[in-house]
């Protein structure tokens, strides 16, 4: 019991360790990168910085979400037949930059934070 205690936690260990280590565009980030494809700015207050957006289509979009509020935020992009594409990006405090990089066809997209009393965050994200 206690050797498979040991080998599970060496697993996790090491899984951890080849996520840290793997590189990839993906959060945490601590600025919002330069060849950004689209910005969004949570707050400040329950709010986007925009009510619409607009993002050049491709297969890996760069998506930043930074948080300018004092409360955790998410954004979620949901497509027409209301799917989550992607990643859901989540800042936790202000200051906070999430990255990700998404599969956006064109197409008209609604931006939402998940957060339950957050239904005031709502945008419409136009790809094109
Ligand atoms: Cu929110």
């Not at 280590?21 to 709010?47: E, N, Q, W």
């Not at 954004?75 to 990255?99: F, P, Q, R, W, Y």
Request: aromatic letters at 6%.
């Amino acid at each position: 019991m206690q050797t498979r205690h040991l080998l599970a936690s060496s697993v996790a260990a090491i899984a951890a360790f080849a996520l840290a280590g793997c590189g990839s565009s993906d959060s945490p980030a601590a600025t919002v990168p330069a060849d950004a494809g689209l910005v969004v700015y949570a707050g400040p207050g329950i709010k986007f910085d925009q009510t619409e957006y607009t993002a050049a289509a491709g297969s890996s979009v760069k998506v930043a979400y930074e948080n300018r509020d004092a409360q955790r935020h998410t954004l979620d992009i949901v497509s027409a037949d209301k799917t989550v594409i992607g990643k859901e990006l989540a800042v936790g405090k202000s200051g906070d930059v999430e990255v990700s990089t998404y599969d956006l066809p064109a197409g008209t997209y609604s931006l939402e934070c998940l957060v339950p009393g957050h239904d005031a965050m709502r945008a419409t994200l136009v790809v094109k």
